[in-house]
């Protein structure tokens, strides 16, 4: 295993249109996250799960944006009706354990135009 | 609401010297650190760690210091290099909370 792993890399899409993004997190990470970064900003969280439980949600994740984690394994984040103040990078991350660290992948850099 | 920030948006330092990075946090709960590098283009990369019952830890080349009274945290990284060249960010964790609270973080620049 190679870390976390999110695709796409890189994606343009034009306002008004659906996107959605995946997340393989480190095989044996039960606790997957995924935050959101602008630029010259930290990573905002965004969602979390333990298993295929969703946990806990930001007030950030307004009700266009849903997050799942059917298997309990990878996740998807889908962004309905795209706004341009969406565009930003989106980072997924997992953790073996609470109070363990946890490990991000490349990100989602997200274009909204 | 909760924050953690950074003293010094940027900081540039001679390869070779010692680089310290703060950061202050408000949340007198949060009772785990994490330090986080991150280079352009790639996602946050895990440095060192520490928890609430310890006010040091080192790792290579880095250290970290923890003061709870004035929730400060701190790393330092010995003999600078080039390749440490990027943005850090502290993260926090609040016990009974999932999530990690990041601040905006600091440039560091390496000077040939």
């Known amino acids: 295993d190679t870390g976390v792993s999110q695709d796409p890399r890189h994606k343009i899409t034009k306002r008004g249109q659906n996107v959605t993004f995946r997340c393989d997190p480190i095989?044996?990470?039960?606790?997957l996250y995924w935050y959101r970064q602008t630029l010259g900003q930290g990573p905002e969280f965004l969602t979390y799960f333990q298993n295929e439980a969703q946990l806990e949600k930001s007030r950030l994740l307004s009700d266009r944006f849903s997050a799942e984690r059917p298997k309990g394994s990878f996740s998807t984040l889908e962004i309905q009706r795209t706004e341009q103040g969406d565009s930003a990078m989106y980072l997924c991350?997992?953790?073996?354990?609470?109070?363990?660290?946890?490990?991000f992948g490349q990100g989602t850099r997200l274009t909204v135009v | 609401g909760e924050s953690v920030g950074l003293h010094l948006p940027t900081l540039s330092v001679q390869e070779g010297d010692n680089s310290i990075i703060n950061c202050a946090y408000s949340?007198?709960?949060?009772?785990?650190f994490i330090w986080y590098k991150q280079e352009s283009g790639k996602g946050p990369q895990f440095i060192i760690d520490?928890?609430?019952?310890?006010d040091k830890r080192q790792g290579q080349r880095v250290t970290v210091l923890l003061n709870k009274t004035v929730k400060h945290l701190s790393l330092q990284i010995a003999a600078t290099q080039p390749g440490d060249s990027a943005v850090y960010f502290c993260?926090?964790?609040?016990?009974?909370?999932?999530?990690?609270?990041f601040g905006t973080g600091t440039r560091l620049k390496v000077l040939a």
């Open positions: 520490i928890r609430s019952n310890m």
């Open positions: 993260a926090e964790n609040s016990g009974g909370t999932y999530k990690y609270i």
């Open positions: 095989s044996e990470h039960n606790r």
């Open positions: 949340n007198s709960a949060s009772d785990y």
């Open positions: 991350a997992s953790s073996l354990a609470l109070w363990a660290e946890a490990f």
